[in-house]
C-alpha cells in the first residue's frame, strides 16, 4: 500500500502507510544543513523517547520504528480529533480525562509543549496525546504553569463557545504534586500577560 499524506505541518509531513503513521521531519532549507540534520534528528529520538516512557502512564500511541532517518513509525490513533469535534463530543468528561492526563505527565515531569486540541485524539473512551516534538524534562512550576496556560490560549481561540467552563474543569482536576503553587503561577503569567496587552 502506498504512503497517503494526511498532514503537512511546519516541521513534519504524515503519511498513514498500511495502518500505522509515519511522522517525518522535513529539511528546513534556511537552516545550514548539517545543523538542520542534527536537530531534526535530535528532536525526532527525543519524541520517540517521550512516548516511550509515556507508554503506560497516559494513552500514547506505540512506537513501532524510529531510527537514525528523522523519521518516526507509530500507531495510527483511528479516531477523533478533538480540535474538530470537541463541541459535539461529552466534552466535560473529555476534560476531566486531558487534566487527568496532564497531571500524570507532569508528575513525571515531562512538559508536553504543546497541548492543544490537535494534538488530543479521543478513541475507544481514551484521549491520546500525541505530538511531543517540542516536549522535555522540567521539574519547575514556571514550565509546568506554561504548558497549562498555552492550552487555556489554544482553548480561548479554537472552542470559544465553551472555553470557559473546560478550562474550569481542568483546573479543578488538575492534581499534580505542587499543583496549588502551579495554579498560582499561571495567574502570575495571566496578570503579566494583561499587563502586556495594555502598554
Ligand atoms: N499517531 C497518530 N495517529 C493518528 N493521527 C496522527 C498521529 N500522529 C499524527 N497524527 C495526525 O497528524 C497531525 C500532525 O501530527 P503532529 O505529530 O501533531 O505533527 P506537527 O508537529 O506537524 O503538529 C496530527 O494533528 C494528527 O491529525
Ligand atoms: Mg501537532
Request: proline residues 1%; aromatic residues 8%; contains cysteine.
Amino acid at each position: 500500500m502506498s504512503n497517503q499524506k494526511i498532514q503537512q505541518g511546519a516541521e513534519a509531513i504524515i503519511y498513514l502507510k498500511n495502518n500505522e503513521i509515519i511522522k517525518d521531519r522535513i529539511k528546513k532549507s534556511y537552516r545550514i544543513s548539517i545543523l538542520d540534520e542534527k536537530l531534526r534528528k535530535s528532536r525526532t529520538k527525543s519524541e520517540a523517547k517521550i512516548i516511550n516512557k509515556l507508554q503506560n502512564i497516559i494513552p500514547v500511541p506505540k512506537i513501532i520504528k524510529s531510527d537514525e532517518k528523522q523519521e518516526i513509525v507509530m500507531e495510527y490513533i483511528n479516531g477523533e480529533k478533538l480540535s474538530e469535534n470537541l463541541e459535539q463530543l461529552e466534552y466535560k468528561q473529555i476534560c476531566k480525562q486531558i487534566a487527568n492526563n496532564i497531571t500524570k505527565i507532569h508528575n513525571q515531569n515531562i512538559i508536553h509543549g504543546d497541548l492543544t486540541t490537535s494534538n488530543m485524539i479521543l478513541k475507544d473512551n481514551k484521549i491520546y496525546f500525541i505530538d511531543f516534538g517540542l516536549a522535555f524534562h522540567s521539574q519547575k512550576i514556571e514550565d509546568k504553569a506554561v504548558d497549562l496556560h498555552l492550552l487555556q490560549q489554544a482553548l480561548e481561540a479554537k472552542h470559544f463557545t465553551i472555553w470557559q467552563e473546560c478550562w474550569k474543569i481542568i483546573l479543578d482536576d488538575y492534581r499534580a504534586d505542587k499543583y496549588k503553587e502551579i495554579l498560582q503561577r499561571i495567574k502570575a503569567i495571566e496578570s503579566r500577560g494583561r499587563y502586556k496587552d495594555k502598554y
